[in-house]
């Protein structure tokens, strides 16, 4: 069965300070994988997805990014963080890139800039 | 522009049945999803409609009309443990997900 792992669970981080949240996927191979970001109270922003190893499309242009060194492994990152970067970031995974698309989620990073 | 709207928040009694309505404007339609968020954790999937019709699964029901641009989640025989935010997602022609904010479903004894 596959499965998808986040960490930290929680972070709270003073702002200008750098930023790595990781995400690795097991069980299944050359998914698609996404990177999310929610307010309190709001819908899912979509911020990062990668079709593949190296292949990064941004959805938003912000202080963020993401890198894919390995099939089932997705990294954001930040150089320096606003207080506007705070909030809950999911990672997810899906297994094809059209047709029935269903969204696995990881249990998320709540994220404080202080 | 790509939007979906969705009421922001819905209160219910225990044992009842309560609708939470969906209606979008994407460009294409590649499927649209439902998902269940409780608080602080991440959304679970709870049903998915690519054609016309009612979808039913246990307790839930998810309906489709691709004319009207309109979908809704029922859910019935209500227990505490559904109260949740529940998510409406419309797949576009990108084969990209665009998420509704959610309606925050409040369950009452």
């Known amino acids: 069965s596959q499965t998808i792992h986040q960490w930290p669970a929680t972070l709270v981080q003073p702002v200008g300070s750098p930023l790595s949240l990781e995400c690795t996927v097991e069980?299944?191979?050359?998914?698609?994988l996404y990177w999310y970001r929610q307010a309190a109270g709001r819908g899912l922003q979509l911020l990062f997805y990668?079709?593949?190893?190296?292949?990064i499309s941004s959805e938003v242009p912000q202080n963020l990014s993401a890198s894919r060194p390995q099939d089932r492994q997705f990294i954001l990152s930040s150089k320096k963080l606003l207080l506007s970067d705070s909030g809950f970031y999911l990672c997810?995974?899906?297994?094809?890139?059209?047709?029935?698309?269903?969204?696995?989620f990881g249990p998320g990073t709540r994220l404080t800039v202080l | 522009g790509q939007n979906i709207d969705q009421p922001t928040e819905m209160t219910a009694t225990e044992g009842a049945i309560v609708q939470i309505n969906c209606t979008y404007q994407?460009?294409?339609?590649?499927?649209l999803f439902w998902y269940q968020q409780h608080a602080g954790e991440a959304p679970t999937f709870l049903s998915y409609?690519?054609l016309d019709g009612l979808e039913e699964k246990g307790r839930f029901s998810s309906f489709l009309s691709r004319s009207k641009g309109y979908s809704y989640l029922l859910l019935k025989e209500l227990q505490m443990k559904d109260s949740a935010s529940y998510l409406c997602?419309?797949?576009?022609?990108?084969?990209?997900?665009?998420w509704g904010a959610g309606t925050k479903l409040i369950i009452k004894p």
């Open positions: 990668s079709v593949g190893i190296g292949q």
């Open positions: 069980g299944t191979s050359n998914p698609n």
């Open positions: 994407t460009s294409g339609f590649n499927g």
């Open positions: 409609n690519v």
């Open positions: 997602a419309v797949m576009d022609s990108n084969y990209q997900l665009i």
């Open positions: 997810a995974w899906s297994r094809l890139a059209g047709g029935y698309n269903e969204q696995f």
